[in-house]
């Protein structure tokens, strides 16, 4: 007796289509399966016995060979309990082989034949997308990730009983996808901080407001209890609703890692915040079946990192590259795979190890030695990809007490909406979208400032010091600035709060 039916089996964030053989013969009773790795193969055997028994199949006394083809791509166990099981049973006359084959499955199996959730499942369900089979049986508990996907028709259980049933004609119509796909735009109503909490730091908050306009990475420096932490965690707010196909992105990368997330689809920018001791491993992704890391879990997020300076120097460097190509590669000994890693860098320090420098209120007790070294662990590569640098001062206690609320977020946010809109304009047709990712010929082309702004501007760089890295980071933050006032032409003003934003340069020349 021979059954095939499918499965996938996700490897990094895409997923190969599986096929699932099953042949029973006559001979001393054994249960072999060939394609999975030694461990997964013995877990998933045990489970596949316990949930048919448990579920009041009696299990076939005869040789049972399993294969999972093609046996050269990378397999973990779990997700394939269930087509194992239906393939045994297909084979054993409880279920109709022709209609198996025309099921793609995936599910752990518990041992009283419970169908649990496994990771991956929207990955799978894309790559069934172009693949001839469409029906597609999934855990209960992944149906809404996998009904992102349209084109297909989605059969959620809860156990391995229910599914046979319905393979032997029990009427079921396929989850429906609507509520899934009609909400990807309102993620932002739900947002639980919001800019209107922060008090005073009107400085900051504009900064915020750029940074997030131009998509510019931001680092903020002051001492402990200025509101950074506060101002970071509401920049996912102020920023653009995520495209559909950018939240099928980010979701791909959630649902691979078995992230939990609510609903179908991840409507909100994601908000990473790695603690600073994060290894360089779990920021970029690994593993021996890599998995995406810190930086694209924050993939059309922000990452945040907060006491910048306290993070380990090999760690700091592995965000050179995604911030330069968007997108990280994770190299393993057998195969290395590229994961999207397109994020906003929000960074925040003290400006010295105890945290009091440059406040009028309270002495810094470091030495220069000490300060120096401090920020010296940021490297200058590092610095080099961030284009808003800030100081955020203490709050004012005045500030602090008063009754009056700042602006909300959503009413930043749609400023930023409509500089991005002039971005978009601005870029298309090119790879790029935002400001940020300007190149100097695209800042040439594309930053025109009037005669006065650009004699301000090389006036700064003069008395400044600036080099000539800060001067294209001027113009294009500038740039942002004008977008902002809805202005073709870079002015004076514009030039003038972009030099605000070089903090760190002025300091380094000090
Ligand atoms: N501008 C502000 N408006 C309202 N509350 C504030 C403001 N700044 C700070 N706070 C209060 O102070 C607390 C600490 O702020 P936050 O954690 O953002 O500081 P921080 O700059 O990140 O400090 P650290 O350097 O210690 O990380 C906040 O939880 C908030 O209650
Ligand atoms: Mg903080
Ligand atoms: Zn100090």
Redesign the pocket.
């Known amino acids: 007796m021979l059954s095939s039916t499918i499965s996938a089996a996700v490897n990094g964030i895409d997923a190969n289509i599986i096929s699932v053989e099953t042949y029973i013969s006559s001979g001393l009773p054994m249960f072999s399966i060939v394609g999975l790795p030694d461990a997964a193969v013995k877990e998933s055997r045990d489970r596949v016995v316990a949930a048919l028994k448990n579920s009041g199949f009696d299990f076939p006394s005869k040789k049972i060979t399993v294969n999972l083809a093609p046996a050269d791509i990378k397999k973990e166990g779990g997700s394939f309990d269930l087509p194992i099981a239906l393939g045994i049973l297909a084979c054993c006359g409880k279920i109709n082989f022709e209609t198996l084959k025309s099921f793609c499955s995936a599910g752990e199996l518990s041992l009283d034949g419970k169908i649990r959730k496994v990771k991956g499942v929207l990955n799978m369900a894309l790559s069934l997308k172009n693949f001839k089979v469409k029906n597609f049986i999934v855990p209960f508990l992944n149906r809404r990730e996998a009904a992102a996907v349209n084109e297909l028709n989605i059969y959620p259980f809860k156990t391995l009983a229910e599914t046979v049933n319905f393979l032997n004609g029990a009427a079921v119509e396929p989850f429906s996808s609507q509520d899934v796909l009609q909400n990807v735009q309102d993620g932002h109503l739900a947002q639980e901080y919001d800019f209107s ?5 009107q400085y900051a908050k504009r900064a915020a407001e750029v940074a997030a306009a131009g998509a510019h990475n931001m680092i903020m420096s ?9 101002i970071a965690k509401r920049i996912p707010g102020i920023l653009p609703p995520l495209e559909y196909e950018e939240s099928i992105e980010t979701t791909k990368i959630w649902s691979a890692c078995g992230r939990s997330f609510a609903g179908g689809l991840i409507k909100e920018r994601p908000f990473r915040s790695p603690h600073h001791t994060v290894s360089a491993a779990a920021l970029a992704g690994g593993g021996s079946y890599p998995k995406p890391g810190e930086v694209s879990l924050a993939h059309n997020g922000v990452l945040f990192l ?1 006491e910048f300076a306290e993070f380990r120097r090999d760690a700091l460097e592995i965000l050179r590259q995604p911030l330069e190509d968007k997108q990280i590669t994770v190299s393993r000994a057998k195969n290395s795979l590229v994961f999207p890693a397109s994020f906003m860098l929000v960074a ?1 320090m ?1 400006p010295c190890p105890c ?1 009091n420098f440059g406040n009028p209120l309270k002495r810094c007790v470091c030495s220069p030695l000490q300060i120096r070294k401090y920020k010296n662990k940021i490297s200058g590569p590092l610095l080099d990809r961030i284009d808003i640098c800030l100081e ?1 001062p203490a ?1 004012k206690i005045s ?2 007490t008063s009754m009056q609320d700042g602006e909300s977020s959503a009413s930043i946010k749609e400023r930023v909406v409509k500089a991005r809109k002039i971005q978009n304009e601005r870029f298309k047709g090119l790879k790029i979208f935002t400001n940020a990712q300007m190149q100097s010929k695209d800042i040439k082309k594309y930053c025109i400032a009037e005669s006065k702004a650009l004699e301000l501007l090389k006036n700064a760089v003069e008395k400044l010091n600036f080099s000539a890295r800060s001067y294209d980071k001027i113009l294009k933050v500038a740039r942002t600035i004008a977008d902002l006032a809805a202005s073709e032409i870079i002015k004076s003003a514009h030039i003038a709060e972009a030099v605000q934003y070089r903090a760190f340069d002025r300091e380094i020349e000090n």
């Open positions: 909490e922060i008090k005073g730091q002051g001492p402990p209890g200025s509101g950074k932490t506060m907060d925040a003290n945290g955020v709050v500030e602090l």
